[in-house]
T-cell receptor, first 112, second 111 residues
């Protein structure tokens, strides 16, 4: 069975541009969350979706948005990129609310 | 707040035992996870504790005391490949059961 898949694996963008990151959860997993991980720190929660509805949002500006599709895949959009948005963006899925997450390999975003 | 505290760095010797501690605010607690993360890779699941006590899984064990807001990850018979960051993450019993991570403990295993 395929794990959580994310695309692209690496991305370089210029300040002010917009980026869309994609995630496909493990088959049967209806909950998807997005995390931002800056080098040397733990992952920071951005969004959580369950059954296509937003269930939680972390302390991130409105430039960050996300959605979940009927097939439970998800996209994370970041507008007006800043240098500080450079990070590893992790997508994770889980079967139910009180289960642990399985993480994808992440998208490494570099903003120059 | 939902502060999760763990040491930033630890060093241990190959073959030894190391204990990585994690403390958290108890309000809303609904479970605790430990993940291992090698540099440049995704976190991988190690253990899950929701009741008090020790959970053992091979060389790795995890302990939880809910009343004290305290957990530790115990790694025995350390191997060089255990050099990684270890992330303590708490599941909060709020809308959506959000999972919050500590800053991670970078463990270096030396020969």
């Amino acid at each position: 069975d395929a794990g959580v898949t994310q695309s692209p694996t690496h991305l370089i963008k210029t300040r002010g541009q917009q980026v869309t990151l994609r995630c496909s959860p493990i088959s049967g997993h209806k909950s998807v969350s997005w995390y931002q991980q800056v080098l040397g720190q733990g992952p920071q929660f951005i969004f959580q979706y369950y059954e296509k509805e937003e269930r939680g949002r972390g302390n991130f500006p409105d430039r960050f948005s996300a959605r979940q599709f009927p097939n439970y895949s998800s996209e994370l959009n970041v507008n007006a990129l800043l240098l500080g948005d450079s990070a590893l963006y992790l997508c994770a899925s889980r079967l139910r609310d009180n289960y642990g997450y399985t993480f994808g390999s992440g998208t490494r975003l570099t903003v120059v | 707040g939902q502060n999760i505290d763990q040491p930033t760095e630890m060093t241990a010797t190959e073959g030894a035992i190391v204990q990585i501690n994690c403390t958290y605010q108890t309000s809303g607690f609904n479970g605790l996870f430990w993940y291992q993360q090698h540099a440049g890779e995704a976190p991988t699941f190690l253990s899950y504790n929701v009741l008090d006590g020790l959970e053992e899984k091979g060389r790795f064990s995890s302990f939880l005391s809910r009343s004290k807001g305290y957990s530790y990850l115990l790694l025995k018979e350390l191997q060089m490949k255990d050099s990684a960051s270890y992330l303590c993450a708490v599941l909060w019993n709020n809308a959506g059961n959000m999972l919050t991570f500590g800053g991670g403990t970078r463990l270096m295993v030396k020969p």
